[in-house]
């Protein structure tokens, strides 16, 4: 009886698993529509108040997305107020909602990874993860990864989707 061979193993592919190349920690969004006076205005005197009271060390090692959810016009200076206590305490701070904190951490990440490490290799996107990962996060793998690649596929190294493949 023969032994049965891995091929998947023998091939040479790489599997990337763009979940793996996020950043760990919590990701939160803090909306500051509950600072507004009757959901409509941000009141200074009140708004520094709930900034000197707030437990900012709640946020300590997260990535958090500043926002505000309700319709109305906010000053900059709020949002830089808020930046201000999160800076040196939450791991990343940006504007906007979570989806955009997401996206930023992806492109961050992505931003990161040396496309040398991936010439004239197969190389295999993960589909399937655990934890929410972008869209946009796949679309700048393959603008970061299709020049250098020999081939470029969806899903796992079982079953994948062809992406691109060089012509030589």
Not at 51 to 74: F, L
């Amino acid at each position: 009886m023969s032994e049965i061979a891995n091929k998947v193993a023998a091939s040479g592919i790489i599997t990337l698993d763009p979940e793996a190349l996020l950043p760990s920690g919590k990701k939160v969004e803090l909306d500051i529509r509950g600072q507004l006076w009757q959901g409509l205005v941000l009141k200074e005197k009140d708004f520094r108040t709930w900034i000197a009271q707030h437990p900012w060390t709640e946020y300590a090692g997260c990535h958090v997305a500043v926002t505000c959810s309700a319709d109305a016009i906010i000053p900059n200076w709020a949002y830089m107020l808020v930046a201000s206590k999160l800076t040196g305490v939450a791991q990343t701070v940006v504007f906007g909602n979570r989806a955009v904190l997401l996206q930023r951490l992806a492109a961050s990440a992505i931003d990161g990874l040396n496309p040398e490490d991936y010439r004239d290799k197969r190389v295999v996107v993960k589909g399937c993860s655990d934890n929410e990962v972008p869209v946009s996060m796949y679309v700048d793998l393959v603008h970061k990864l299709q020049p250098v690649v020999k081939s470029l596929m969806f899903g796992e190294p079982c079953s994948t989707v062809p992406i691109f493949k060089k012509t030589t």
